[in-house]
């Protein structure tokens, strides 16, 4: 089953024939999808069914659980990242990724933005601009600026996690992975990270891993609703939770299978 | 109030065994007065008992062993932790730990008798030859039986080895795993999560395992007593003799035996190197606290 927005320039990314063992076991099966510009899709489905294992192949960090073997291919503007000669620690600066819990480094609020821009040895003039950027779309600027040096780890949990947008934001990536990025917050630093998320879709592709069907609701696009490793059902948001086509994708989005 | 007494007397134990032992050192000085000498360089029983010399024997020693062992151990902890492949990891961890359980006078004798040649008869006469043109490295021509410094610094470096690599490999595994992902996740290669995520989160226990190795290569007595030549005299350059207190203690228990006033000197030295030990240890953790609190906890 494949799922195409029509969108201008192709695809961002486009996930062709994907699948994962674990040893013998099969953890995502034959998945095609695609991700067009500006958009948020999330990928939905019930615990264990494969959508964190699913966005860790779209930046090669599936390979790093010990176990893991990767077939199929992932294009990335049309370059698949699993060919031998990409550097995965390169598909890594371009595809950022936000965890369930905020990974905030042991430093200041201006050096866990500016992280990726340190790797990359930009000068600190750039680096001053776009940890300023990356703030502001984040939507940490305000409560930030006036103390830049202070600890990241003296922010809330929901700051936190704005933090690790915005150091994902600051090296300019032109996709981001969102990993269950609420699952460890409070309903009002939730609304806030939804918030963030709403307005960076507008520039950014958004790939939204989350167990919250409310979540999927209030931002995104489209979703994609995977099972035990299989892509059961994509389609624009208000399709799939209205006329869910698939029994599966009606029972999960209205609660009788968690 | 008697609920809390026992917990009282068991935080206490070991205060007691510290104020024990400073009690009964203090006591076996019998408060001799051994003269404003005990301070200075002229260490010459029963005139001069100068420590000075022995003071600074012992910091000679343990601080180059102190970094060496520092460096070693980041080497090895990182590599176990970061880069080598678990089948090789099973190996060197094991190892490493039990290194720690050597009892130093098997180092002694095994410097003694198998390394101190080699450094006599190869390594300081290739040192010499090569790099006497760096202060502290000409001078005076090495002996040819190898006991001194360069052998002392060796010994202590492996003694301290086992506790720094363990404590710092700790530190380094307990990086939250998430913490590492993400900063591979921005890019960062192997190293450079290491070298910005993994050593800054562990810096509270590397600074620790410093601390610690200190106190082991301050204090070793045995080992040092076999290989350094223990003498009562300021190193003239790096491949002299020299006295640590703690060899300098253990050489002459006999005299103590025979004479209050040695008895008296040995006590004061040990009050000595008990007093520096203990500073550095306290010094150490306040500025661990300090110095970390603020990146790592926020505070």
Wanted: proline residues 5%; contains cysteine; aromatic residues 10%.
């Amino acid at each position: 089953m494949s799922g195409t927005l029509p969108d201008a320039g192709g695809p961002v990314i486009s996930v062709q024939h994907l699948s994962v063992k674990a040893r013998a076991r099969a953890i995502l099966d034959d998945i095609n999808l695609d991700f067009g510009r500006s958009s948020l899709t999330a990928v939905i489905g019930p615990s264990g069914c494969g959508k964190t294992t699913f966005v860790r192949t779209l930046n090669r960090m599936a390979e790093l659980t010990p176990g893991l073997t990767v077939e199929g291919s992932v294009l990335y503007l049309g370059q698949n990242i699993y060919d031998t000669q990409v550097n995965p620690v390169m598909v890594r600066r371009r595809i950022g990724m936000v965890f369930q819990r905020p990974t905030v480094f042991p430093t200041s609020v201006f050096e866990n933005a500016a992280f990726g821009l340190r790797l990359i040895h930009e000068d600190e003039d750039t680096i001053d601009k776009r940890v300023t950027e990356g703030l502001q779309q984040a939507g940490l600027w305000e409560e930030v600026k006036d103390d830049l040096d202070r600890a990241a780890l003296s922010l809330s949990g929901g700051q936190q996690q704005r933090l690790c947008i915005a150091r994902a934001l600051s090296v300019q990536p032109k996709v981001i992975l969102l990993d269950e990025p609420c699952s460890a917050l409070d309903p009002a630093a939730t609304q806030r990270v939804e918030a963030t998320m709403e307005f960076l879709k507008q520039n950014y592709v958004l790939i939204l891993v989350t167990h919250n069907v409310g979540q999927a609701a209030r931002v995104s696009d489209r979703i994609a609703v995977l099972s035990s490793g299989r892509l059961i059902e994509v389609g624009a948001t208000a399709d799939v939770l209205e006329r869910p086509q698939q029994a599966f994708t009606e029972q999960f989005i209205t609660g009788r299978f968690t | 109030m008697l609920r809390q007494l026992g917990p009282f007397i068991v935080a206490s134990v070991p205060i007691i065994i510290l104020l024990l032992i400073v009690l009964v050192l203090i006591f076996a000085t019998g408060f001799a007065n051994l003269g404003s000498s005990f301070w200075g360089s002229d260490w010459n029983p029963p005139k001069a008992w100068g420590i000075a010399v022995f003071v600074v024997g012992s910091f000679v020693t343990a601080i180059p062993a102190l970094f060496l062992a520092m460096a070693i151990g980041l080497g090895l902890a990182i590599a176990s932790t970061v880069y080598l492949p678990r089948w090789a990891t099973r190996i060197l961890d094991p190892f490493v730990d039990l290194l720690a359980g050597i009892p130093s006078v098997v180092y002694g004798i095994w410097g003694y008798l198998l390394v101190a040649p080699y450094f006599g008869k190869v390594l300081n006469p290739w040192v010499y030859a090569h790099f006497s043109f760096i202060p502290g490295f000409g001078g005076r021509a090495p002996i040819s039986d190898g006991l001194g410094l360069p052998i002392s610094i060796f010994l202590l470096t492996l003694m301290a080895l086992p506790i720094t690599t363990l404590l710092i490999r700790d530190s380094l595994r307990s990086l939250p795993r998430e913490l590492w992902e993400s900063g591979l996740g921005m890019g960062a290669t192997r190293w450079e999560a290491t070298r910005r995520i993994a050593i800054p989160y562990g810096s509270r226990g590397i600074l620790s395992a410093g601390f610690l190795g200190f106190g082991r290569a301050f204090g070793e007595t045995v080992a040092v007593a076999m290989v350094l030549n223990v003498m009562a005299a300021y190193p003239v350059n790096f491949y002299s003799a020299t006295g640590t207190m703690a060899s300098q203690m253990f050489l002459n228990l006999d005299a103590a035996f025979g004479s209050s006033s040695w008895l008296a000197a040995l006590s004061y030295m040990a009050l000595v190197l008990l007093a520096i030990s203990l500073a550095v240890n306290l010094i150490g953790r306040r500025l661990v606290a300090r110095v970390v609190s603020y990146e790592v906890a926020g505070l």
